[in-house]
DNA sequence: CGGCCGACCTGCGGGC
DNA sequence: TGCCCGCAGGTCGGCC
């Protein structure tokens, strides 16, 4: 589920049900990704002062640190209000209760990851690698060139690297590529600095396109105020093998990259 | 350093 | 109907 649209559209729903709040207790039922860095004891108490957001990475501000949230593959994260919990489900293997309700993290596949950061000077060795912001205006087509330009991979697997982008998954990976009409073979250093500005336009173009829809909803995504998102009814490409191009009626390709179906349509993108 | 590949998990849909 | 395989929105770490 988790790309940048999705995790935006979490981080603005709970914006007013979250901020201001004060954290009563945290619990870890089962194993995420790694473990929570922190004795859950430590965080009762602290006001959760803001909600940010890092590439795919949902960041609650606490008084006394930072609590870095992935949602992996197949995470979302639902708010309660108080009194309004139902039973935890058999995947909800993360809970922060609030005195103004709680929060949850719904994960069957477990690749998510709940993290405590205590030192808020320094960023968290995971966002420190984090490429730009692709909805920061001052994140320019030139700055994809250099990051693209000496690289022999393709363009697709580059744009999946956290490094070159944050933020950007496999969903929005194909639908940017379709808009910008490039191969996804295509290697990096091929792409002429021109390209690349396309590609950014149609990168943010694509993105806030899905912030509009509320994000992609396959099987298990849901925002957190139980809205489900429709993007992937507008997807030109991803999902639709075999089925016409909505641009030229040419039937999408499907292949694999870098262990990662990519979808494509033959005509309308050119390395 | 760049790039490939396995590992980590569970659920679901398609094919036989 | 039922089982098995492959695949799924991610990314870290080990290896060449």
Not at 37 to 57: H, M, N, V
Not at 99 to 124: I, K, M, Q, S, Y
Not at 212 to 232: I, K, N, P, V
Request: glycine share 10%; hydrophobic share 35%; proline share 7%.
């Amino acid at each position: 589920m988790p790309e940048l649209p999705e995790v935006e559209v979490t981080r603005r729903a709970l914006l007013r049900p979250l901020c201001g709040s004060r954290v009563l207790d945290v619990d870890m039922a089962k194993a995420l990704r790694w473990p929570l860095q922190c004795t859950p004891q430590s965080l009762a108490g602290q006001r959760i002062e803001d909600i940010g957001r890092r590439g795919k990475y949902l960041l609650l501000g606490l008084e006394q640190g930072q609590l870095i949230v992935h949602l992996g593959m197949s995470g979302s994260l639902r708010w309660h209000g108080a009194g309004t919990a139902p039973p935890r489900g058999p995947h909800e293997h993360f809970r922060l209760r609030t005195d103004r309700g709680e929060l949850r993290l719904n994960d069957p596949r477990r690749f998510g990851a709940v993290l405590w950061h205590a030192d808020a000077r320094t960023p968290h060795p995971l966002l420190g690698r984090l490429g730009p912001e692709p909805l920061d205006p001052g994140f320019e087509g030139q700055q994809l060139w250099r990051a693209v330009h000496a690289r022999r991979a393709a363009i697709k697997p580059l744009l999946l690297d956290q490094a070159v982008v944050a933020g950007v998954g496999n969903i929005y990976a194909c639908e940017a590529l379709f808009r910008a009409g490039i191969d996804p073979r295509t290697p990096g250093r091929k792409l002429s600095l021109r390209r690349c500005q396309q590609l950014l336009d149609a990168l943010r173009a694509t993105l806030e396109q899905a912030l509009c829809a509320g994000g992609s909803t396959l099987r298990d995504f849901c925002s957190s105020d139980g809205a489900q998102g429709h993007f992937q009814q507008q997807a030109m490409v991803y999902g639709r093998a075999g089925q016409p191009c909505r641009r030229c009626a040419a039937p999408i390709a499907q292949m694999p990259q870098a262990q990662r179906s990519t979808y494509f349509c033959r005509h309308c993108q050119r390395r």
